[in-house]
């Protein structure tokens, strides 16, 4: 059996961050060595309090939870969005958390646990990359020590969630999505597109609000949460996907882009760029970096990882 893939979870937490860590805990294939939050689906303050509230809820065995960026670099960040309820988490009315986040900042912390680890980390970004670009730019030389990026943003073929052209993490904080995009690290990209893909039913999420495992029955509310709210008989697993994406990676259809993010639109920014043109001389992307990006998945396997995970494999209509 191969040993755990290290990894430290970016989230912005977020139902379905939530879900993402509930399916990054419990997966034997990861060891999470970490967790940092910043701002994004709410306020910094609230991501974290969900965030310690949720590995509560879990009974998680410590794992440090770190605080990062209140605002992004240039804006001031967007409005929170009403899907995620009026705490950010489905409104399940978890207790205050018991556990504490760490005295140290988000950035400090990511810069020491990759400066100790004895082998590269992984990092998993579900959220504005705002702490992860103040990283790159205030310690560049950990880029040694990060093995891939998997980043939650952008859209390949789909229209924009935040805006007609842009996803929300990356128009959230285009000038971070920028720098991390363009590091030159490994980077996989999972956009809207196979985003919208992972779907559990209603009645599945019903089926899990009365699982005995306290993360199935979290897991199951926050679906529930989500199908309420949009009047739909279905929940996307939304950034849990990406979670799926590196634990089951042969379950993702790949290709390799050269990606920018638009900076300066005024209707397009945040946008991510693509250039597909076949004849694409090389010194006509400079300025360009070419990264991996997920362009959809095998959404029944990804659920089937996801249930399984949380131990509710039977409770899936299929
Ligand atoms: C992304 O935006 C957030 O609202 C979600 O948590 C996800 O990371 C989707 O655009
Ligand atoms: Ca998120």
Do not use: H, K, Q
């Given at each position: 059996m191969t040993s755990p893939l290290p990894v430290i979870l970016d989230v912005d937490t977020g139902g379905d961050d939530a879900l993402a860590l509930l399916l990054a805990m419990a997966s034997p294939s990861l060891e999470v060595r970490g967790i940092s939050c910043v701002a994004g689906n709410c306020g910094l303050e609230q991501v974290v309090t969900n965030t310690l509230r949720l590995l509560d809820g879990i009974d998680a065995p410590f794992v440090p939870v770190a605080v990062g960026m209140e605002r992004p670099i240039v804006d001031s960040g967007l409005p929170p969005p009403a899907l995620h309820g009026s705490d950010g988490m489905g409104d399940l009315g978890l207790p205050d958390p018991q556990r504490k986040a760490l005295e140290a900042h988000a950035v400090e912390f990511l810069r020491d646990a990759l400066t100790e680890a004895a082998e590269p980390l992984t990092l998993i970004c579900l959220a504005p990359l705002t702490n992860i670009a103040m990283l790159l730019r205030t310690y560049p030389r950990v880029g040694e020590k990060i093995a891939r990026l998997?980043?939650?943003?952008?859209?390949?073929?789909?229209?924009?969630?935040?805006?007609?052209?842009?996803?929300?993490?990356?128009?959230?904080?285009?000038?971070?999505?920028?720098?991390?995009?363009?590091?030159?690290?490994?980077?996989?990209?999972?956009p809207l597109d196979p985003f919208m893909q992972?779907?559990?039913?209603?009645?599945?999420?019903?089926?899990?609000t009365r699982a005995t495992g306290g993360g199935a029955r979290i897991a199951g509310g926050i679906a529930l949460h989500y199908c309420r709210y949009f009047g739909a008989d279905f929940s996307l697993i939304g950034d849990a996907g990406t979670v799926a994406a590196v634990i089951d990676p042969e379950g993702a259809a790949t290709v390799r882009s050269p990606v920018r993010v638009e900076l300066t639109g005024g209707a397009t920014r945040g946008a991510t760029v693509f250039d597909r043109r076949q004849w694409s001389a090389e010194e006509a992307r400079d300025g360009w970096s070419e990264i991996e990006v997920i362009t959809g998945v095998d959404a029944p396997r990804y659920r089937r990882l996801m249930a399984s995970a949380l131990g509710v494999e039977a409770m899936l209509a299929d």
């Open positions: 998997y980043v939650m943003g952008g859209t390949y073929a789909a229209p924009g969630n935040a805006t007609p052209a842009a996803e929300f993490n990356v128009r959230c904080d285009p000038e971070a999505a920028a720098i991390v995009l363009g590091s030159g690290l490994p980077v996989t990209l999972y992972v779907r559990i039913t209603r009645g599945e999420a019903e089926a899990m």
